[in-house]
């Protein structure tokens, strides 16, 4: 079975700051690694994923996210965050067609 | 393309009541999971769908069932509702069965809520 903890519930922070998002799992198999994004009342966007290669993922809008096998984490990075990027974080695993969910991070850009 | 597409938005049901909710996968897609999403919580994986046969379940109990049609479109079958049923359920697409780190494609969900 898979499992997800997402470190932190709520993150506040001004605009233009760097934010981090943190996101560990625990697998016993090997699994394809996603960060979705959730805003009010809406589904899930899709922000990046980790098939293979590179550890080293970025999306289009500036946000970037690292696998690291030996920690075994996929932290979700931005170097200036705009007010705009107010929403819901979902980080999940996903094996054999089955996702797993962490439990979301709040992310909160204030002027 | 209308992408993913859930009806209805919104239903208010009854303690004890069965509800059906309805899922139209993006165009292409042949795969659809269904997930409950309580509010504060991450979603929930169900159940999936793949060539009108349920593939893979979550914990969930047999109250949850569900269907897929020949045009891929999947229903969601909840009986003798509780109130812990209130949530968001959303649908979600892929292709080629859902595999591989295939991008899943979310509907909007349905919000249900139990009285």
């Known amino acids: 079975a898979q499992s997800v903890t997402q470190l932190d519930s709520q993150v506040p922070v001004f605009e233009e700051a760097p934010v981090e998002l943190r996101c560990n799992y625990s697998?016993?198999?090997?699994?394809?690694l996603f960060w979705y994004v959730q805003y009010p009342n809406q589904g899930l966007q899709l922000l990046l994923k980790?098939?293979?290669?590179?550890?080293l993922v970025e999306s289009i809008n500036g946000f970037e996210a690292e696998f690291n096998k030996s920690q075994t984490s996929f932290h979700l990075r931005k170097p200036s965050v705009h007010i705009s990027d107010t929403a819901e974080y979902f980080c999940?695993?996903?094996?054999?067609?089955?996702?797993?969910f962490g439990d979301g991070t709040t992310l909160t850009v204030k002027p | 393309d209308a992408g993913v597409t859930q009806s209805p938005t919104h239903l208010i049901k009854t303690r004890g009541q069965q509800v059906t909710l309805r899922c139209s996968p993006k165009?292409?897609?042949?795969?659809v999971s269904w997930y409950q999403q309580a509010l504060g919580q991450g979603p929930q994986f169900i159940f999936q769908?793949?060539?009108?046969?349920?593939?893979q379940r979550g914990n969930f109990p047999d109250r949850f069932s569900g269907h897929q049609f020949p045009n891929y479109s999947s229903e969601l079958n909840v009986n003798a509702l509780l109130l812990g049923d209130s949530a968001l359920y959303l649908c979600?697409?892929?292709?080629?069965?859902?595999?591989?780190?295939?991008?899943?494609?979310f509907g909007q969900g349905t919000r249900l809520t139990v009285v």
């Open positions: 999940a695993v996903e094996y054999a067609g089955k996702s797993t």
């Open positions: 165009s292409g897609h042949d795969t």
């Open positions: 979600a697409s892929s292709p080629k069965g859902g595999n591989g780190g295939t991008e899943a494609f």
């Open positions: 697998s016993s198999v090997s699994v394809y």
């Open positions: 980790y098939l293979s290669g590179s550890t």
């Open positions: 769908y793949y060539e009108e046969e349920e593939r």
